[in-house]
């Protein structure tokens, strides 16, 4: 019992100093929520993301469209 609490201890001190040292989202003092979603909207890799999963809704969503016309047409 007394080297699982030592184990547990030592996982929980682990995880407290890894989740300190982890980076964090840099806000800029006095910047407002407004303009940080802009900030964020306007990242030039979150519009690569976007683009990304946008195309590829639109291709499982021609997908399933084909399979549900196949499917009525049985």
């Known amino acids: 019992m007394r080297n699982k609490l030592i184990v ?3 996982v929980a001190l682990i995880a407290y100093a890894v ?3 982890t980076p964090r989202v840099q806000v800029k003092n006095r ?3 407004g303009h940080q979603i802009v900030r964020l909207w306007d990242d030039p890799r979150a ?7 946008a195309k590829k809704a639109a291709a ?3 997908k399933r ?3 549900t ?5 049985k």
């Open 8 to 10: 547990i201890g030592a």
């Open 47 to 53: 519009r690569k993301r976007r683009h990304k999963a």
């Open 60 to 62: 499982a969503a021609e």
């Open 65 to 67: 469209a084909k399979k």
């Open 31 to 33: 910047e407002s929520v």
């Open 69 to 73: 016309f196949h499917d009525l047409r």
């Open 19 to 21: 989740g300190t040292r």
